[in-house]
């Protein structure tokens, strides 16, 4: 089947013909204001630069290593003018990580913020990848001032590659997931019908834009709707809620990991806080825990679940907010456009309220890993993809994620899966931060440790903490040691980074 060619797959130019005057994006650490006609004119202005003055045309890779602002966004939009592909990168890796990662990919150009100009040049050095500095006396500056546009828009099929984001590397070296605009384009339907987004919608981009979520939950959604996102630097929950409580703003929408949730939740002004304009919170990227949700709650705010993946657009799976509370712990149901399925070892399907793998497959799902075929033939079956996550779906079709696969351990001959403890840990008053692993055991094959933060002023113990979970949990769950520790690792988008929990505090149990 031939996929239709896009004439420049340009949501800013179609919002700038029809409603130029109207906010498109906000910059909260600079105060820039861009409406759609501007953003519009400094977008052609970039992509005439790149193409003229660095040579980049269709296929070729412009990689970005900056902090969240505006200017992420004009680069993407402007190598999708000129049929580029967007690459960016993960600024908290380190410069041996980005290394490799430069190397799979091969960019034309390395764009990157003023503070990162050292590591630029140092990963630009000897190679054909040039660099160019955004900031306000910079080249990216005058360009993007200058509004020219470029002498050709390239007409880009569905099936085209748009985006290369690599993952977090938590498995070993990061993969490169081809983003097609087809993923953009499905992805931006789904997030557009189940979380109500409008040209009237004006969303908080917490998440890091080298990240799926900082772009596709809902950024990139609300440009194709028409509406305004504001791009913070980086994530700080007081930060947070002060944008979300002023009226100015407008905030009506929010995607984050629970700990973009979590933390505001133990800030002081959370209490005072006024969410009456947020329309849509949403949280995914890990189980959240009951708590958290309740928590929110209480404010007057469900916490919308959802489910994705960098492979996956990403939303596939969504609960609608009307089912936020009967449903608490539920990802939703399937997106339109998504198949799905639940998996045993065996390849089998399972029945309802049975654990399994769970598969997808549409037209927001990955064709694959760039420079990467082992990797797509491990992760791609007929098909479908295999997500790694375990997950089980009731009686009425709702699907709620249970952990990822790999997380699971098998204590006594019994599966557990360190979500449903850290859940129970989460509602004991005395801990800001819980999160448990298998660790090896002679007697019981593994058992389960928690690593916990309790919260400022608070004390505990082992056996008070191993006490409240025996009170909510089956004896072959509880955890059979307790880690106190002053922070959980995270990586760059806020999750519990499970690998440097493992390899700090898996040594063996004693029993």
């Known amino acids: 089947m031939t996929i239709t060619a896009l004439h420049h797959h340009d949501w800013i130019a179609n919002h700038a013909l029809r409603r130029g005057d109207a906010l498109a994006a906000i910059d909260l650490a600079t105060g820039r204001h861009h409406t759609y006609r501007a953003f519009d004119r400094r977008i052609d202005g970039v992509a005439a630069a790149l193409a003229a003055d660095f040579g980049v045309g269709v296929g070729d890779r412009v990689a970005v290593l900056a902090q969240g602002s505006t200017d992420v966004f004009e680069l993407q939009f402007a190598c999708f003018r000129i049929g580029a592909i967007f690459v960016p990168l993960n600024w908290r890796l380190a410069p041996a990580e980005l290394a490799a990662i430069l190397a799979?990919?091969?960019?034309?150009?390395?764009?990157?913020?003023?503070?990162?100009?050292?590591?630029?040049?140092?990963?630009?050095?000897?190679?054909?990848?040039?660099?160019?500095?955004?900031?306000?006396?910079?080249?990216?500056?005058?360009?993007?001032?200058?509004?020219?546009?470029?002498?050709?828009r390239a007409r880009r099929r569905l099936d085209d590659a748009a985006t290369?984001?690599?993952?977090?590397?938590?498995?070993?070296?990061?993969?490169?997931?081809?983003?097609?605009?087809?993923?953009?384009?499905?992805?931006?339907?789904?997030?557009?019908?189940?979380?109500?987004?409008?040209?009237?919608?004006?969303?908080?981009?917490?998440?890091?834009?080298?990240?799926?979520?900082?772009?596709?939950?809902?950024?990139?959604?609300?440009?194709?709707?028409?509406?305004?996102?504001?791009?913070?630097?980086?994530?700080?929950?007081?930060?947070?809620?002060?944008a979300l409580g002023d009226p100015a703003l407008g905030i009506t929408h929010m995607f984050g990991v629970p700990a973009h949730y979590q933390f505001p939740s133990q800030h002081p002004d959370f209490a005072s806080t006024d969410f009456s304009r947020l329309e849509h919170a949403g949280i995914g990227g890990a189980p959240a825990a009951l708590a958290l949700?309740?928590?929110?709650?209480?404010?007057?705010?469900?916490?919308?679940?959802?489910?994705?993946?960098?492979?996956?657009?990403?939303?596939?799976?969504?609960?609608d907010q009307a089912d936020a509370a009967r449903k608490v712990g539920s990802a939703g149901k399937p997106a339109m456009y998504v198949d799905v399925r639940l998996v045993d070892a065996e390849g089998g399907d399972v029945g309802d309220d049975a654990v399994g793998e769970l598969w997808l497959r549409?037209?927001?799902?990955?064709?694959?890993?760039?420079?990467?075929?082992?990797?797509t033939a491990s992760a791609l079956a007929g098909g479908w993809?295999?997500?790694?996550?375990?997950?089980?779906?009731?009686?009425?079709?709702?699907?709620?994620?249970?952990?990822?696969?790999k997380d699971m351990y098998i204590s006594g001959?019994?599966?557990?899966?360190?979500?449903?403890?850290?859940?129970?840990?989460?509602?004991?008053?005395?801990?800001a931060e819980a999160a448990v692993i298998g660790v090896?055991?002679?007697?019981?094959?593994?058992?389960?440790?928690?690593?916990?933060?309790?919260?400022?002023?608070d004390t505990l113990d082992e056996a008070a903490v191993i006490a409240h979970c025996a009170a909510k949990l089956a004896r072959y769950k509880l955890p059979h040691s307790v880690v106190f520790?002053?922070?959980?690792?995270?990586?760059?988008?806020?999750k519990v980074h499970k690998p440097t929990l493992r390899a700090t505090h898996g040594a063996v149990a004693a029993t």
Not at 397 to 403: A, E, L, M, P
Not at 416 to 423: F, L, R, S, W
Not at 485 to 493: D, I
């Open 104 to 152: 799979n990919c091969t960019p034309s150009v390395l764009v990157h913020d003023e503070g990162f100009a050292e590591r630029a040049a140092g990963l630009c050095a000897g190679g054909p990848c040039r660099t160019l500095a955004t900031g306000p006396a910079s080249r990216f500056e005058a360009a993007a001032a200058s509004g020219c546009a470029p002498a050709a």
């Open 164 to 242: 290369i984001l690599y993952t977090s590397g938590t498995t070993g070296l990061p993969k490169g997931v081809i983003v097609t605009y087809a993923m953009d384009l499905f992805n931006g339907f789904h997030c557009i019908t189940l979380a109500n987004i409008s040209a009237r919608s004006t969303h908080l981009c917490v998440l890091p834009l080298f990240h799926t979520g900082g772009l596709n939950v809902y950024s990139n959604p609300v440009f194709l709707a028409g509406g305004c996102v504001v791009v913070m630097a980086s994530f700080d929950p007081g930060a947070t809620l002060r």
């Open 293 to 319: 949700i309740e928590a929110w709650q209480a404010r007057g705010v469900p916490l919308t679940q959802g489910f994705g993946m960098t492979e996956t657009g990403p939303l596939v799976l969504y609960l």
């Open 362 to 375: 549409g037209p927001s799902i990955t064709p694959g890993y760039w420079n990467n075929p082992q990797a």
């Open 385 to 405: 993809l295999r997500t790694g996550d375990a997950a089980i779906r009731d009686g009425e079709g709702y699907y709620f994620i249970v952990d990822r696969w």
């Open 413 to 431: 001959g019994e599966n557990v899966y360190p979500a449903e403890v850290e859940n129970v840990l989460y509602q004991h008053p005395a801990i």
């Open 440 to 457: 090896a055991s002679a007697r019981w094959g593994e058992v389960g440790r928690a690593i916990v933060v309790p919260k400022p002023g």
């Open 485 to 494: 520790a002053e922070a959980l690792p995270r990586n760059a988008t806020g």
